[in-house]
Structure formats: C-alpha cells, structure tokens
T-cell receptor, first 114, second 113 residues
Framework: TQLLEQSPQFLSIQEGENLTVYCNSS?????LQWYRQEPGEGPVLLVT?????EVKKLKRLTFQFGDARKDSSLHITAAQPGDTGLYLCAGNRVGSGNTGKLIFGQGTTLQVKP | ETGVTQSPTHLIKTRGQQVTLRCSSQ?????VSWYQQALGQGPQFIFQ???????GRGNFPPRFSGLQFPNYSSELNVNALELDDSALYLC????????????FGNGTRLTVT
C-alpha cells in the first residue's frame, strides 16, 4: 500500500495545455515537497509546502497543500516540452523527525508534445 | 559549491555478491540520506547518517548497511545481492538533520544478474 498516492501515473499532453497532478494520503504530513526528475538524474526540489491551505507559485507551476495537510496538488499552466519529466511528491509524516526521511509517491510521468 | 556526487554511475553485479556505493555530500552539508528507486517507482528511504551515526532507517533488511566518514561522505553497502536489489540508488545531503532541503546526486544504477 502506497502511503502517498499520486495520480495520474502517466500524462501525455500537447504544448499549451493545462494539467493537474494530485498527491493524496490518509496520513497527516508536517510538510510536502514536489520534485522533478529527469532521466539519468536525481530529483530536484521544486517547492516545499508546510502550512495547511498554503499555495505557492513558481512561474507557471502552482502548488497547493490541503487544509488537513493530507494532500497536495501541482498545476501547470500552458505546459511546454521543457516541463517533460517525472514529478514526485514527498512528505514528512508528523513525528518522523526531519526532512531526510521522506516518503515518496510513485511519481507522475509527464510528456509534453510540441 | 560542489554538488552531491555519487560513484560509480553504473554497476553490474551477480546475485550473492556484495557492493559498495559511494557518495560525497555537498559542501557544508553534514547529513546524508540514501534512497532506493526501482524502475517506475518513487524513491524509498533506506537510512540516514548524521555525524557518522545512523539516524533513522527505513524498511530494509540488515544486509543494507552504511557508513559516514568525518568529511561527511558516505558509503552504502549491500551484501548477498538479490535480483530485486536492481535499482537506482540515490544519495541526498542536507545542511543538518532538521528541516534543511535535500540535494540529490544523480544516483548509481545497480543491475543484479
């Protein structure tokens, strides 16, 4: 059983379209992070959200942390081919101690076609 | 500043053998965490080292062990390799064992035949 469920697992869209990736859990997290990973590379941190209801924007990417701190979403506006990659959500469960002991979702593979 | 570096980048081993993977942490970072990422999956936490001591462990058997050195670099050792150990092994360093962001290396791709 995956503690953090990401959906969808695969997404193939045309350049210019909008998309949303979801990350859900039945557990409460003290913080949630979103990473992007390209083939042959390690994950790169995009954002950390720590407060329930928090919304953060990074250019065309909008991240939201659920009010109950059990879920998060990533919305990309006007996707570009450079957005192609594996998107991972990861979190620290309440009481886990520190950010090194992250629980990851299974990832969403995004392909943006020109 | 120098990022997290891992060696080797690729490795092929036979079932039953032992392997050692190495990680140099980013300059100024004293904490190293290791993750296993199977193909098509998210990374899974193996363990963390802080000040040369294990500081938390995930659901991995004792044949997965590690070390951290005084310069904060780290090793991951896996004994009695199994086919299911084939994966990308990621090392991540952070400034401390608190809420500092993780910086990942590019991983070591281990194939067990």
């Amino acid at each position: 059983t995956q503690l953090l469920e990401q959906s969808p697992q695969f997404l193939s869209i045309q350049e210019g379209e909008n998309l949303t990736v979801y990350c859900n859990s039945s557990s409460v997290f003290s913080s949630l992070q979103w990473y992007r990973q390209e083939p042959g590379e390690g994950p790169v941190l995009l954002v950390t959200v720590v407060t329930g209801g928090e919304v953060k924007k990074l250019k065309r990417l909008t991240f939201q942390f659920g009010d109950a701190r059990k879920d998060s979403s990533l919305h990309i506006t006007a996707a570009q081919p450079g957005d192609t990659g594996l998107y991972l959500c990861a979190g620290n469960r309440v009481g886990s101690g520190n950010t090194g002991k992250l629980i990851f979702g299974q990832g969403t593979t995004l392909q943006v076609k020109p | 500043e120098t990022g997290v570096t891992q060696s080797p980048t690729h490795l092929i081993k036979t079932r039953g053998q032992q392997v050692t993977l190495r990680c140099s942490s980013q300059s100024g970072h004293n904490t190293v965490s290791w993750y296993q990422q199977a193909l098509g999956q998210g990374p899974q936490f193996i363990f963390q080292y802080y000040r040369e001591e294990e500081n938390g462990r995930g659901n991995f058997p004792p044949r997965f062990s590690g070390l951290q050195f005084p310069n904060y670099s780290s090793e991951l050792n896996v004994n009695a390799l199994e086919l299911d150990d084939s994966a990308l092994y990621l090392c991540a360093s952070s400034r401390d064992s608190g809420n500092s962001p993780l910086h990942f290396g590019n991983g070591t791709r281990l194939t067990v035949t």
